[in-house]
């Protein structure tokens, strides 16, 4: 399956301090951690490479400070960086003129905020309709399709209500409302259920699976939520002090951790729901007795009641439906209670 | 590796505390020195003036004083009679400016007082006669149900219809019609600097020492220079008044627009706005509710200063309360002084409901156009009918003066019962405060030699803020010596040292006490709020009446208008105490008497400095005005300069005191700072 590149960004630095364009280019372009510090600059985000394929969830995993949220602001050019490309669609970003960019962003782009960011003044309709009304959209039309939009989200019969009246997860139904309203084609989501319970978290993210199998957008989704990275992400990169650790698909993150880093993160990480079938079973397909076929694609958790109660192993297909491989009960316990594969 | 870090401080940290023991103790010896030297100079300065047959050391050096107030007035009467932008002259300029304001404000006028009409003179016929006054009480009834509910319209009801039973109803509307003009130029011309030094960073820097200048020049000091300009009247207490109330809405701008989240800003940036949309859609209207501060704050202060204009020919309530003052007329100086606050009040409370206005009508299709809006339609209807009725019953137009209340005999009556049965008490107060407090500390300034003063100020500047404040407070201090201003600066230093002093004192056991329950503060809230409401001319009217004039009167006056931030802040300081503090305070076994006074007081303490700051700044713009009563320090001098026109000799001692007020802002901001930071606030 080949997709195209939605997002490109290649050798994004963002550099506070005093002149960081110099700064970098004193350094030959690739200052060290202790030049950074001699020089009593931040190096916000270093030498970041990024590419984002369309219709998949793209998830930037970082604890705070690690620059998640400044590299997501690069690659929708809300800051600067000191130095790199951000290609969307084949085209410079940070060559476009503020004209284009205005454009690019009204039509293109919908982004969702940590806190919201919702406008207290207007009503959740208002506000659902803001993108298309600085856009000279005309009332009834823009109205019309925030309704629509609000209803998606679930919020139908509020479309009234002013944001202080709201609680924490429906002004964020909100936001997602007036962030889709532009039928954007890349969607940013800034740690968008960060400040809610837990609970509600949970149902948000449900909803928000729910809502991309709907709409399949490009998605740059942050999260300092491992757990989250992993439940919602086709791919996750994993941030650190600036730098990309490693980007994979979550059960590569699991199975091979390229840094330590990465590996304190994944070990507290149930392998059983992350871990696929076809990682675990043996290849080829012996004639014998078998209990049935399931698809590669589950993962073990989702298989392992089946894959337990059945006397015989069972087929594991691939995307077209052949058969790969088998799996039996004992590789699916070793997963489930994390003793060591060999 | 925690390990090794935990031990490293152990070994270190009695060290530290050692080093800050001793810098404590210096920090102790230094002020202690200071203080004895000062009053040691102070205390002889005369004998060493007599013993050494050197002058120059109480007084300034005549023939050294800088003649800054000729050189000044000079300008002045140039830039009248003979400056020119080539084209047309700046006297031209100025009467343009003038037609300016005028033109909207005789409209106003008409609308409320005079009716429109044409023709000159006597043989001028009305064509529109004015609002009746039925018209004008619905009306602000109507805006304050507007702005919140139905409670808020009888209070503006009952004040607008006070004005009216009391016979101050034409006063009252001049007033009205000056601030009706003033706010819209003040608030919008506040919006659009603020916005301006909010985008353009160099023009904040430029406008930050303008403002406070503006804020710190007594009012009479630039009225002198306005009168020149604009000549006596309307026009020029109109430019006083905008240019006083002015500034805090610049700041309340500025500051309201950065606070603007940055989320909600980058969420407006992601939609597509443009530059202006951000502006105008975005960042303002989530800015609202703190731009509606700033707009009742300029409501507030161009009310009071309006009434101050009445001086160069505002008219209106001000005039009356100065013409009674005047004439010792008490009845009548309190009736008008009430309805200054019966106004004051109604403007305060519907400006105010109008930031925190939170109910909105939504757009119901199919209604009719009067239900829609009942409350336009209302006013409409009762415009209409009682202009209609107006013409036939004349009590519809105007209120009849027979049946006007007047009070004045009664509060005439009932000052002279207070005078003739209470005059020992009163004077034995009075007598005792100004042997043990006023006198005293009167004696303390006065004696301090020049020379002195501006070295001392230099070391208090150089010890709170570094070499910056050192240099800026010295040379502050040496222009009010070098203009041979030194001894009545020093009369203001001493009035505003004991003001602020009484009003601490005062002012902050209460706001404690309604920090602490929730019951004081509801009611000292009220009294503070109210207080602060006031113009400050109205203060003058009962001290002047129970203690005649002089430097007690003032101080009584000072420290009445200078109370509300003592106690504001130092509520807002024992409140804003995080409560696990206080817990852990419990837990650890404090009497509340220990609660208070070693976990509140030294948490509060930023808080409590930032009150002392603004009070000082209110006790100076106070003592300017009590300069009436008969003070002899530099509110005098300024005052002087009015009533004999003299333009430099105002603006200087108008500066002299902006330099002392910006001198003590920043000493004490220097001292809030250091306070934050020894606490971790910031």
């Not at chain 1, 030049?35 to 600059?41: I, L, P, T």
């Not at chain 2, 109109?238 to 500025?254: D, N």
């Not at chain 2, 009725?389 to 007047?406: A, E, I, K, N, R």
């Amino acid at each position: 399956m080949t997709q195209r590149i939605k997002l490109d960004c290649r050798g994004i630095w963002k550099i506070y301090g005093d002149d960081p364009g110099g700064f970098l280019a004193r350094h030959g372009d690739k200052p060290s951690l202790g030049q950074f510090a001699q020089a009593g600059m931040v190096g916000a985000v270093r030498n970041t490479s990024v590419s984002v394929m369309e219709g998949e969830i793209f998830v930037i995993m970082g604890l705070s400070g690690s620059g998640k949220s400044t590299l997501v602001r690069c690659l929708s050019r809300l800051i600067e960086p000191t130095a790199g490309e951000v290609y969307f669609e084949g085209r410079n970003l940070l060559e476009m003129s503020e004209a284009e960019l205005i454009d690019l962003r009204r039509r293109k782009m919908g982004m969702v905020f940590q806190h919201f960011a919702l406008l207290p003044h207007l009503s959740v309709l208002e506000n659902a309709a803001f993108p298309l009304e600085i856009q000279g959209v005309d009332r009834r039309t823009r109205e019309a399709r925030a309704r629509e939009m609000i209803e998606t989200v679930g919020l139908q019969g509020r479309e009234d209500y002013y944001p202080r009246q709201l609680s924490g997860g429906q002004q964020q139904r909100v936001g997602i409302a007036r962030s889709l309203v532009v039928e954007p084609d890349l969607w940013f989501l800034d740690e968008p259920f960060s400040a809610l319970d837990p609970l509600i978290r949970r149902e948000m993210q449900d909803e928000f699976l729910r809502l991309q199998s709907l709409l399949h957008k490009t998605i740059v989704f942050i999260t300092h939520d491992f757990d989250e990275a992993i439940r919602l992400a086709d791919r996750i990169a994993v941030m650190k002090e600036g730098v990309i650790e490693q980007i994979a698909t979550p059960e590569e993150l699991v199975l091979h951790p390229a840094t330590a880093y990465v590996e304190d993160f994944t070990r507290h990480i149930p392998r059983a729901k992350v871990v696929r079938l076809h990682s675990i079973m043996s290849a080829g397909v012996p004639a014998a007795a078998y209990a049935g076929e399931l698809p590669g694609t589950m993962t073990v958790a989702e298989a392992a009641d089946q894959v337990e109660a059945a006397s015989a192993p069972f087929k594991v297909l691939d995307e077209a439906g052949v058969a790969m491989g088998t799996v039996a009960s004992r590789a699916v316990i070793d997963v489930m209670i994390g003793r060591t594969m060999t | 590796m925690s390990g090794t870090a935990g031990q490293g401080e152990a070994v270190s940290l009695p060290m530290p505390t050692q080093a800050q023991d001793k810098a404590r103790k210096r920090g102790w010896l230094f002020w202690l020195l200071l203080f004895v030297t000062t009053w040691g100079f102070s205390q002889w300065s005369f004998a060493l003036y007599k013993a050494l047959d050197a002058r120059w050391i109480i007084r300034f050096p005549k023939q050294y004083e800088l003649q800054l107030d000729t050189v000044i007035s000079r300008l002045m009467s140039w830039l009248v009679e003979e400056a020119s932008f080539g084209w047309f002259t700046f006297q031209q300029f100025t009467r343009f400016l003038s037609a300016l304001v005028e033109a909207p404000y005789d409209w106003v006028r008409s609308l409320l007082i005079d009716g429109f009409s044409t023709g000159i003179g006597q043989q001028a016929v009305q064509q529109v006669p004015p609002l009746s006054w039925i018209a004008v009480i619905v009306m602000a009834m109507a805006i304050a149900a507007y702005a919140r509910n139905a409670r808020l319209a009888l209070l503006a009801g009952g004040c607008f219809l006070y004005l009216a039973l009391f016979g101050q109803w034409e006063s009252a509307m001049v007033t009205l019609a000056s601030v009706a003009i003033a706010v819209p130029i003040g608030v919008g011309g506040g919006l659009l600097l603020g916005i301006l030094s909010y985008r353009v960073p160099v023009a904040e820097r430029i406008l930050r020492p303008l403002l406070d200048l503006m804020q710190t020049v007594p009012v009479f000091a630039y009225l002198v220079p306005i009168l020149f300009l604009f000549g006596f009247g309307p026009v020029s207490a109109l430019v006083a008044t905008v240019i006083y109330a002015m500034p805090p809405m610049v700041r309340v701008s500025t500051v309201a627009l950065k606070s603007v989240p940055e989320d909600i800003i980058e969420a407006g940036r992601m939609m597509g706005c443009t530059q202006r949309q951000l502006l105008w859609k975005v960042c303002i209207p989530t800015a609202m509710p703190s731009l509606m501060v700033g707009v009742n704050q300029v409501i507030m202060l161009s009310l009071n200063m309006v009434i101050i204009a009445s001086m160069i020919g505002a008219g209106g309530l001000g005039y009356d309360v100065l013409t009674a003052l005047r004439r010792l007329d008490i009845g009548g100086g309190i009736e008008a002084g009430l309805a200054i606050v019966v106004m004051a009040i109604a403007l305060d409370r519907v400006s105010q409901a109008f930031a925190t206005r939170n109910v909105r009508q939504r757009f119901i299709k199919g209604v009719p156009y009067h239900q829609r809006h009942p409350l336009l339609s209302t006013v409409l209807l009762v415009l209409l009918l009682t202009t209609v009725l107006g013409q036939f019953l004349p009590f519809v137009q105007s209120y009849p003066d027979d049946y006007t209340l007047s009070t004045s005999r009664y509060w005439a009556a009932g000052m002279e019962w207070i005078n003739v049965n209470f005059f020992d008490q009163l004077e034995a107060v009075k007598t005792v405060l100004l042997t043990v407090l006023l006198l005293p500390v009167k004696r303390f300034f006065g004696g301090i030699p020049w020379a002195w003063g501006i070295i001392a100020m230099g070391l208090i500047g150089w010890r709170i803020g570094g070499w910056r404040l050192a240099l800026m407070c010295t040379l502050m201090t040496f222009f009010l010596a070098w203009n041979g201003l030194w001894a009545k600066s020093m009369v203001t230093v001493y009035l505003c040292a004991v003001s602020v002093l009484l009003a601490s004192v005062i002012g902050i056991p209460l706001g404690v006490w309604a920090g602490q329950s929730a019951r004081a503060n509801s009611i000292i809230g009220t009294v503070i709020d109210t207080l602060q409401t006031l113009p400050s001319f109205v203060y003058l009217i009962p001290v002047v009446m129970l203690f005649r004039v002089g430097d007690f009167s003032a101080m009584i006056a000072v420290v009445l208008y200078a109370l509300a931030p003592a106690v504001r802040y130092a509520a807002h300081g024992i409140r804003s105490i995080d409560t696990e503090m206080i817990e852990a305070g419990k837990v650890s076994g404090c009497t509340s008497r220990q609660l208070l006074w070693r976990i509140k007081f030294p948490l509060a303490t930023p808080s409590l400095l930032l009150g002392l700051n603004q009070t000082i700044m209110l006790a100076l713009s106070m003592l300017v005005i009590t300069a009436l009563v008969g003070t002899r320090d530099l509110g005098q001098e300024v005052y002087i300069a009015l009533t004999k026109a003299n333009t430099g000799q105002g603006i200087i001692a108008g500066l002299s005191v902006a330099f002392i007020a910006i001198m003590a802002d920043r000493i004490v901001a220097a001292l809030a700072r250091r306070s934050q930071q020894r606490l971790g606030l910031e």
